[in-house]
Nanobody, 123 residues
Framework: VQLQASGGGLVQAGGSLTLSCAAPESIFTTNVMGWHRQAPGKERELVARITRSGSIDYGYFVKGRFTISRDDTQNTVRLIMNNLEPEDTAVYYC??????????????????WGQGTLVTVSS
């Protein structure tokens, strides 16, 4: 596992957590970095992602509560989560991806995943 995620834990509703993901420089400098999450019985979904130039996308459910950032000096992406809700309970996965073109010109996505960190929000 090349992406090292940390920062999950148990927090009460309305509380905050910060997730961090450290990546090798070779991955961090060439990939879009982000976080996905998967709750029990649900599909994995995008939480937030940030490109090398700083463009950001958030999942529809974020609603201004989370902030993603890149630290280029430490090859780390962070996700600050505020005003957490019980519905945010899930395993959060760090993700890095890039899109390349194969020899026949087809665009192919390459993904790297971290080991997952559990976030539990109690009501």
């Amino acid at each position: 596992v090349q992406l090292q995620a940390s920062g999950g834990g148990l927090v009460q509703a309305g509380g905050s957590l910060t997730l961090s993901c450290a990546a090798p420089e070779s991955i961090f400098t060439t990939n879009v970095m982000g976080w996905h999450r998967q709750a029990p019985g649900k599909e994995r979904e995008l939480v937030a992602r940030i490109t090398r130039s700083g463009s950001i996308d958030y999942g529809y459910f974020v609603k201004g509560r989370f902030t993603i950032s890149r630290d280029d000096t430490q090859n780390t992406v962070r996700l600050i989560m505020n005003n957490l809700e019980p519905e945010d309970t899930a395993v959060y996965y760090c993700n890095a991806f890039r899109i390349d073109t194969d020899p026949v010109g087809k665009r192919v996505r390459f993904d790297h995943w971290g080991q997952g960190t559990l976030v539990t929000v109690s009501s």
